[in-house]
């Protein structure tokens, strides 16, 4: 069993930066890949980044990439989303998950555990 849970979301103003945090429980962090996935208002929940068991592989979303960072330590049982000249139109509840298939995969039925998300809203 894994638990997580998000923070850092918050206002920030388009073209700031904003950091989120993913706190997993357990001590099998490091068996699972990792991922972040947005849901806007009204809209489906959407692979943003994501990032193998040892960090070595990550994936993301067209839409964000050379803007967001994906990354994980291992000892501290944390992931986390860099957010770099973020948009409006990244506004969304950002939620944390993991997958048992150790792989930094987009799919978001292959993920075991989800946090409970956290707010982003983006002002332009």
């Known amino acids: 069993q894994v638990q997580l849970v998000e923070s850092g979301g918050g206002l920030v103003q388009a073209g700031g930066s904003l950091r989120l945090s993913c706190a997993a429980s357990g001590r099998t962090f490091s068996r699972y890949g990792m991922g972040w996935f947005r849901q806007a208002p009204g809209k489906e929940r959407k692979f943003v980044a994501a990032?193998?068991?040892?960090?070595?592989?990550?994936q993301y979303v067209d839409s964000v990439k050379g803007r967001f960072t994906i990354s994980r330590d291992n000892v501290k049982n944390m992931v986390y989303l860099q957010m770099n000249s973020p948009k409006p139109e990244d506004t969304a509840v950002y939620y944390c998950?993991?997958?048992?298939?150790?792989?930094?995969?987009?799919?978001?039925?292959?993920?075991?555990?989800w946090g409970q998300g956290t707010q982003v809203t983006v002002s332009s």
């Open positions: 998950a993991a997958t048992g298939t150790l792989r930094a995969t987009p799919l978001s039925r292959e993920y075991d555990y």
């Open positions: 990032i193998s068991w040892n960090g070595g592989t990550t």
